[in-house]
């Protein structure tokens, strides 16, 4: 740990930082230009008052319990073809998923709340992976494949497919202000939805919130 400390130059840790301030701006003026958009949202809702999703089976009332932190836009958004590899060093982008649903989910070895829902996380795609579903959780830690994929043992949630972004390119690219950030993404390619932090994603209520992703078209 201490030669890795030693490796980073200051100036290495300035750029790095510009980048995260600079998409945590870019997540605030992307949120507010959704908010103009689209439907006022409340802090709390009903099911007799929350506005469906445009495409159907999503509503925010699937923001609950441990999901009520989790953001379902009131219209999908678009999103960049984000690239990054397999942990044998393929080149993949977001649109090789085209025709199924989501969960992008981005960390860090050295994020301790990553750690903590990793194990969730690879339950969720136990329980609900399959050629329509899949957890892409995307390693942007430095180290590379190999320290990503024994912290991925480690916590217990080898049964993700490694994915690898080591660089910051992926961050400023999903807006996503710290870590963990996991988005839901349907068949088109496009956001329905995201959380900033971590979450039970075992719950039953993550489940729900997947099941009504796969059961739109």
Same mark, same amino acid.
């Given at each position: 740990?201490?030669?890795?400390?030693?490796?980073?130059?200051?100036?290495?840790?300035?750029?790095?930082?510009?980048?995260?301030?600079?998409?945590?701006?870019?997540?605030?003026?992307?949120?507010?230009?959704?908010?103009?958009?689209?439907?006022?949202?409340?802090?709390?809702?009903?099911?007799?008052?929350?506005?469906?999703?445009?495409?159907?089976?999503?509503?925010?009332?699937?923001?609950?319990?441990? %999901?009520? /932190?989790?953001?379902?836009? $009131?219209?999908? *958004?678009?999103? !960049? #073809?984000? @690239?990054?590899?397999?942990?044998?060093?393929?080149?993949?982008?977001?649109?090789?998923?085209?025709?199924?649903?989501?969960?992008?989910? %981005?960390? /860090?070895?050295?994020?301790? $709340?990553?750690? *903590?829902?990793? !194990? #969730?996380? @690879?339950?969720?795609?136990?329980?609900?992976?399959?050629?329509?579903?899949?957890?892409?959780?995307?390693?942007?830690?430095?180290?590379?494949?190999? /320290?990503?994929?024994?912290?991925?043992?480690?916590?217990?949630?080898?049964?993700?497919?490694?994915?690898?972004?080591?660089?910051?390119?992926?961050?400023?690219?999903?807006?996503?202000?710290?870590?963990?950030?996991?988005?839901?993404?349907?068949?088109?390619?496009?956001?329905?939805?995201?959380?900033?932090?971590?979450?039970?994603?075992?719950?039953?209520?993550?489940?729900?919130?997947?099941?009504?992703?796969?059961?739109?078209?």
């Amino acid at each position: 740990m201490s030669t890795e400390k030693k490796k980073s130059s200051p100036l290495a840790q300035i750029a790095a930082g510009l980048v995260i301030l600079a998409a945590i701006t870019g997540y605030y003026l992307y949120e507010a230009a959704g908010r103009k958009a689209g439907p006022a949202e409340t802090a709390v809702e009903t099911p007799a008052t929350a506005a469906p999703a445009a495409q159907g089976g999503l509503s925010k009332t699937l923001s609950t319990g441990t %999901l009520a /932190a989790f953001l379902i836009h $009131p219209e999908p *958004k678009p999103l !960049p #073809d984000i @690239a990054f590899a397999d942990g044998q060093g393929k080149p993949l982008k977001l649109s090789d998923w085209k025709g199924r649903v989501v969960l992008v989910n %981005l960390w /860090a070895t050295w994020c301790a $709340p990553c750690r *903590k829902e990793m !194990p #969730d996380l @690879a339950k969720l795609q136990q329980e609900l992976g399959s050629d329509q579903f899949e957890v892409v959780a995307v390693s942007v830690d430095r180290k590379g494949a190999e /320290a990503s994929s024994s912290f991925l043992k480690e916590t217990g949630a080898d049964a993700l497919s490694l994915y690898v972004e080591p660089s910051t390119k992926i961050v400023t690219d999903l807006q996503s202000a710290g870590l963990p950030a996991t988005i839901l993404v349907d068949r088109q390619g496009r956001e329905l939805g995201r959380l900033l932090g971590p979450a039970h994603w075992a719950s039953p209520e993550a489940q729900a919130l997947i099941k009504a992703a796969l059961a739109e078209k």
